[in-house]
């Protein structure tokens, strides 16, 4: 499994940005693709996550009602579209795949294989 990471930028407190993280290899119905962040100096953070094959989704409490994941399946892809940023919603976005899941868990250690990351950076 490969994942690809895109739509990373630099934008103004109050703005708005949309990621994708485009999957190739063994994505199954009972997948998890999630995203996670890391600021530096500071653990990597769960921010959402969704099941491949339905409509079952988690959000960290630091970003629910701002931002929503989504996917579509006949592209392959997830996204992350991020409204009402903020300064600490800076940090790095990874997306990641739990290919065999049972449950959608908050947490890094189930997850299998992890995207190289896009840099995500809120100017106050």
């Known amino acids: 499994v490969q994942l690809q990471a895109s739509g990373g930028g630099l934008v103004q407190a109050g703005g708005s940005l949309r990621l994708s993280c485009a999957a190739s290899?063994?994505?199954?119905?009972?997948?998890?693709m999630g995203w996670f962040r890391q600021a530096p100096g500071k653990e990597r953070e769960f921010v959402a996550a969704i099941r491949w094959g339905g409509w079952s989704t988690d959000y960290g409490d630091s970003v629910k009602d701002r931002f929503t994941i989504s996917r579509d399946n006949a592209k392959n892809t997830v996204y992350l579209q991020m409204n009402s940023l903020k300064p600490e919603d800076t940090a790095v976005y990874y997306c990641a795949a739990d290919i065999d899941a049972r449950l959608i868990v908050a947490s890094t250690r189930p997850y299998d294989y992890w995207g190289q990351g896009t840099q995500v950076t809120v100017s106050s």
């Open positions: 290899g063994r994505i199954a119905s009972s997948s998890v």
